[in-house]
């Protein structure tokens, strides 16, 4: 069973900036891809970044590029989103999950462990 404890969401203004980490429990962290979800209220889950296991090969969703940056340790077996400009519409739940051994997937169901989310609004 792996567990994933996201931390460091909170209230920003537009413009300001806020990371979010997750940590993970288990031997096997590094082996595994880990990914970045958001879903607001009324939406769906979406995609948000995703990082390889040895953090070599990662991806973003289109509307964060250039703004956000996801990277981890794994001798801490944690991952970060560092979201900079933030903007009101980036307010949302956002989610770690653990993906798979190779893919950098974007879909909700190519993930099997979660967090419980944490919250991040961005006031303007």
């Known amino acids: 069973q792996v567990q994933l404890v996201e931390s460091g969401g909170g209230l920003v203004q537009a413009g300001g900036s806020l990371r979010l980490s997750c940590a993970a429990s288990g031997r096997t962290f590094s082996s595994y891809a880990m990914g970045w979800f958001r879903q607001a209220p009324g939406k769906e889950r979406e995609f948000v970044a995703a990082?390889?296991?040895?953090?070599?090969?990662?991806n973003y969703a289109d509307f964060v590029k250039g703004r956000f940056t996801i990277s981890r340790d794994n001798a801490k077996n944690t991952v970060y989103l560092q979201m900079n400009s933030l903007k009101p519409e980036d307010t949302a739940v956002y989610y770690c999950?653990?993906?798979?051994?190779?893919?950098?997937?974007?879909?909700?169901?190519?993930?099997?462990?979660w967090g419980q989310g944490a919250q991040v609004t961005v006031s303007s």
């Open positions: 990082i390889r296991g040895s953090g070599g090969i990662i």
């Open positions: 999950a653990r993906g798979g051994r190779l893919r950098l997937g974007a879909r909700p169901d190519e993930y099997d462990y």
